[in-house]
């Protein structure tokens, strides 16, 4: 209900319950949207194989070294951590490292 200040004068008890009714709501609906809980971003879901890459990215393999400890091609790596790279928004396999990292994602 919206009341119209009297034009001039001081406010009458009518419009100053109302002003403080609508104060109280405000304040109540402010501290909802502060205590909301914050949804956690999303995160993107690397496979297993791509957390192994970076895994051993992280550990300073190269492409050929963790090829021949997973026993896959080289190209397939490549592929893994392209992939974790893209769902992470890396631009490059360092930063995927670091975001995953970051993430928790990998030790």
């Known amino acids: 209900m919206i009341v ?12 100053i319950e109302t002003l403080r009714m609508v104060a109280a709501a405000a304040a109540e609906r402010l501290a909802g949207c502060v205590a909301a ?8 879901l690397l496979s297993r194989r ?21 026993e896959i091609s080289p190209n397939t790596i490549d592929g893994y951590i ?14 995927a490292v670091a975001e995953a990292l970051r993430r928790a994602l990998i030790d």
């Open 4 to 15: 119209p200040l009297n034009r001039g004068g001081e406010p009458s008890a009518s419009e």
């Open 37 to 44: 809980p914050r949804r956690a971003p999303e995160r993107p």
């Open 50 to 70: 791509e957390r192994e890459c970076l895994q051993w990215t992280a550990a300073g393999k190269t492409t050929w070294e963790i090829a021949a400890i997973l």
């Open 82 to 95: 392209a992939s974790a790279t893209r769902k992470l928004g890396a631009v490059n396999r360092t930063q």
